[in-house]
């Protein structure tokens, strides 16, 4: 079964600075999509970041990047410029290859709540 | 706004209540899912629908009840809940083939 670890459960960064937020997950699957997803005091959850995992290529989405170590089963988020609105609980999910219904099962970790201070 | 509606945003029921959860989504997507989120948990899966045909039940007990009448609308029927079943519940869309899940907002439930 996939699992799906964030070993950080808060973070603290100053405005303006950056910040890095760690993910690893484990599987015996070659063929995944893996997230970051932002989830604010309003509750709804955003996505923040996708990364094929056929793709060296590490994804970048403007102050958003990771850091995909396929090899490592590490995915890690690092934000840029921090700003006070990136205050929220980060979630790093797995979506495994589909099932034979079409459908896929996305398992996600714990989150990591960032605070941004001024 | 992510194109997925949850209702109600707040729900405070007692052990012996029938109530129910709503929520709808207008982007087409063909697959349907409903997670449990408790404090310093992960987000579990409870159901999955694929169109109106239920493809996961993640070994969830009989007082939630799933019901998905079209690929747009997802109901959790709920009955003689636990206070252990206070949570988060949240509703997620996602198209089949690539792409992400879609959140709504969430129901905050309190059972007392």
């Known amino acids: 079964a996939q699992t799906v670890t964030q070993s950080q459960p808060e973070m603290s960064v100053q405005e303006a600075e950056t910040v890095t937020l760690s993910c690893t997950y484990d599987?015996?699957?070659?063929?995944?999509?893996l997230f970051w997803y932002k989830q604010p005091p309003s509750r709804q959850m955003i996505l923040v970041i996708r990364?094929?995992?056929?793709?060296?290529q590490n994804a970048t989405e403007n102050r958003f990047s990771v850091n995909f170590q396929k090899a490592a089963k590490s995915f890690s988020l690092k934000i840029s410029d921090s700003q006070l609105g990136d205050a929220a609980m980060y979630f790093c999910?797995?979506?495994?290859?589909?099932?034979?219904?079409?459908?896929?099962?996305?398992?996600f970790g714990t989150g990591t709540r960032l605070k941004v201070l001024a | 706004e992510t194109g997925v509606t949850q209702t109600p945003r707040h729900l405070v029921m007692g052990m012996t209540n029938k109530k129910s959860l709503k929520c709808e989504q207008h982007?087409?997507?063909?697959?349907m899912y409903w997670y449990k989120q408790s404090a310093k948990k992960p987000l579990e899966l409870m159901f999955v629908?694929?169109?109106?045909?239920?493809?996961e039940n993640n070994s969830v007990p009989s007082r939630f009840s799933p019901e998905c009448p079209n690929s747009s609308h997802l109901f959790l029927h709920l009955h003689t809940l636990q206070p252990e079943d206070s949570a988060l519940y949240l509703c997620?869309?996602?198209?089949?083939?690539?792409?992400?899940?879609?959140f709504g907002q969430g129901t905050r439930l309190t059972v007392v």
């Open positions: 629908y694929n169109f109106k045909e239920q493809t």
């Open positions: 599987t015996s699957e070659s063929d995944y999509y």
């Open positions: 990364q094929e995992a056929y793709k060296q």
């Open positions: 997620a869309s996602s198209p089949l083939g690539t792409g992400e899940a879609f």
């Open positions: 999910a797995y979506r495994s290859a589909p099932y034979a219904s079409g459908t896929y099962k996305y398992i």
């Open positions: 982007l087409g997507h063909n697959a």
